[in-house]
T-cell receptor, first 115, second 113 residues
Framework: AQSVTQLGSHVSVSEGALVLLRCNYS??????LFWYVQYPNQGLQLLLK??????LVKGINGFEAEFKKSETSFHLTKPSAHMSDAAEYFC?????????????FGTGTLLAVQP | GAGVSQSPRYKVAKRGQDVALRCDPI?????LFWYQQALGQGPEFLTY????????KSGLPSDRFFAERPEGSVSTLKIQRTQQEDSAVYLC???????????FGPGTRLLVL
């Protein structure tokens, strides 16, 4: 079975500071990994995805994530936080090629950006 | 172009009522997914369609939940005899094919009183 664990349900950073949101996964098959962002009263928007190509994945809005198989991690980073980054972030795993390409989500991390 | 749309955006139901939630996927998208997002939680998979075929309904929590996509485009999620524990945001997502990125709609927030 696949699962995702997001460490830290709430993260607060100052504007301009590094953003680090943690995600660890469990999967018996090579995983596909995703980060989605959710703004209040909106649906989920894809930030980036890892599909077994380059281990460092660059996404939208200056975010990137690195797949580390040895650590079963896929942490999301951004060098300098902006006020508009305040939102909830979800890490998800899927195993394309399985019976259903459903996404299995973590419980989310709410990012607050302080001025 | 138009994204995934869902209606209604908000629904208040009395316990025991039936509700129907609609999803309009992106035109031409073959795959359609429904997820349930309880307050403070991540979305959880409910069911999956490939065109009009419901290939996976393993996430439906009870037989009160029913989904259909009769013509391979618009989908409806129906909940019969709603219960308070059904209160959640119901998200619909579509993708061009099985192995491509899922695009999410804004969700329907259901409150059962």
């Amino acid at each position: 079975a696949q699962s995702v664990t997001q460490l830290g349900s709430h993260v607060s950073v100052s504007e301009g500071a590094l953003v680090l949101l943690r995600c660890n996964y469990s999967s018996s098959v090579p995983p596909y990994l995703f980060w989605y962002v959710q703004y209040p009263n909106q649906g989920l928007q894809l930030l980036l995805k890892y599909t077994s190509a380059a281990t460092l994945v660059k996404g939208i809005n200056g975010f990137e994530a690195e797949f580390k198989k040895s650590e079963t991690s896929f942490h999301l980073t951004k060098p300098s936080a902006h006020m508009s980054d305040a939102a909830e972030y979800f890490c998800a795993v899927s195993n394309y090629g399985g019976a259903t390409n459903k996404l299995i989500f973590g419980t989310g991390t709410l990012l607050a950006v302080q001025p | 172009g138009a994204g995934v749309s869902q209606s209604p955006r908000y629904k208040v139901a009395k316990r025991g009522q039936d509700v129907a939630l609609r999803c309009d996927p992106i035109s031409g998208h073959v795959s359609l997914f429904w997820y349930q997002q309880a307050l403070g939680q991540g979305p959880e998979f409910l069911t999956y369609f490939q065109n009009e075929a419901q290939l996976d309904k393993s996430g439906l929590p009870s037989d009160r939940f029913f989904a259909e996509r009769p013509e391979g485009s618009v989908s409806t999620l129906k909940i019969q005899r709603t219960q308070q524990e059904d209160s959640a945001v119901y998200l619909c997502a579509s993708s061009p094919s099985e192995e491509e990125t899922q695009y999410f709609g804004p969700g329907t927030r259901l409150l059962v009183l």
